[in-house]
């Protein structure tokens, strides 16, 4: 496979390159599973601009969205993709952990996935905490706790919502990004359930609220 067909078809990136890990499992590092729910929601994810999913666990949906993140800064140029999750840890687990590139220690998923990269894919990035920024684009990967005021005034190109249910501010959230979206910034929030008296559960249901 080449370069040119990774940039443009981001699941033969995912299904070709892209190793997961899974702590639970004697054989815990695997490449990507081909399985055509997981190549359904790329594609929906890649097509459109704006994607709510609810998922339960174990479905890898998490592995998918970091290998999405991955690849869209690797192969767009001067993108600002924010990872968003209630509690800083949680985002900085999901993006990069402290260390250099050369640790092999605990990585967080979009370390691990840079990491198990051949060179000539790889690229060369930058790893600081809960920030990656790949330095042939010069796009980056920012992770960032929960709450409106820590996407308000950042014009991002895409914004992923990681559990977004069980974010404290949800509607403020989705209230400051809201005119990004507009601007076709591309919007993912994905959550388990967590009741019907949210913002996340009206995203996924259509539900409009009065004001």
């Known amino acids: 496979m080449t370069l040119d067909k990774c940039a443009t078809d981001g699941w033969a990136f995912t299904t070709g390159f892209v190793w997961t890990r899974d702590e639970a499992d ?15 929601l790329w ?16 479905l890898r949906v998490s592995w998918l969205l970091a290998a999405f993140c991955v690849w869209f800064a690797r ?10 999750t209630q509690k800083e840890e949680d985002a900085n687990a999901m993006v990069c952990l402290p260390g250099s590139e050369k640790d ?31 330095k042939d684009t010069g796009s980056t990967i920012l ?14 190109s895409m ?26 910034t591309k919007f993912i ?4 359930p967590n009741g019907r008296a949210n913002q996340f559960s009206d995203l996924y249901h259509g539900v409009v609220r009065a004001a």
């Open 143 to 156: 992770a960032l706790p929960g709450g409106a005021h820590q996407v308000r005034g950042k014009t991002a």
């Open 104 to 134: 092999s220690g605990y990585a967080a998923r979009m370390q691990f996935i840079l990491r198990h990269l051949p060179p000539w894919l790889k690229g060369t990035w930058r790893e600081s905490e809960g920030e990656l920024s790949c």
């Open 159 to 184: 914004i992923v919502e990681d559990e977004f249910a069980f974010q404290s501010e949800q509607a403020g959230v989705y209230q400051a990004v809201a005119p990004l979206i507009q601007k076709a």
């Open 189 to 192: 929030a994905v959550s388990t």
């Open 43 to 58: 594609r929906e994810i890649d097509e459109h601009q704006r994607v709510v999913v609810a998922k339960s666990r174990q």
């Open 75 to 84: 192969f767009h140029s001067h993108k600002l993709i924010l990872w968003q």
């Open 26 to 40: 004697s054989d815990s590092v695997k490449r990507f599973p081909d399985l055509p729910y997981l190549e359904a």
